[in-house]
């Protein structure tokens, strides 16, 4: 089990930009693949983006690539969402999500650990 800290979300205004992290316990961060997902009111969960634990396999929904960039620091217990050119279609709050599997990130919302969430909200 590993905890998650959300930080970094708030409001932006169309073009914008944010970067969230995401703060990880535990002494085995490294073993866990990470992603976000993100949920907006009235929505169901969905994915976002993911890293292998290894960094060597980066993946995103098509709708943020080109925008945003996940990132990890494997010393900070850390991963990033680097979120650029922010549309209001990006409001929703923002999950950071851990499993030792990263084909559970990017298939499935079933991970095994989930942080709070964190409010990202994009103005016109």
């Known amino acids: 089990q590993v905890q998650l800290v959300e930080s970094g979300g708030g409001l932006v205004q169309a073009g914008g930009s944010l970067r969230l992290s995401c703060a990880a316990s535990g002494r085995t961060f490294s073993s866990y693949a990470m992603g976000w997902f993100r949920q907006a009111p009235g929505k169901e969960r969905e994915f976002v983006a993911a890293i292998s634990r290894s960094v060597n396999n980066i993946y995103y929904v098509d709708s943020v690539k080109g925008r945003f960039t996940i990132s990890r620091d494997n010393a900070k217990n850390t991963v990033y969402l680097q979120m650029n050119s922010l549309k209001p279609e990006d409001t929703a709050v923002y999950y950071c999500?851990?499993?030792?599997?990263?084909?559970?990130?990017?298939?499935?919302?079933?991970?095994?650990?989930w942080g709070q969430g964190t409010q990202v909200t994009v103005s016109s």
């Open positions: 999500a851990a499993d030792p599997q990263t084909i559970i990130l990017i298939t499935t919302t079933r991970a095994q650990n």
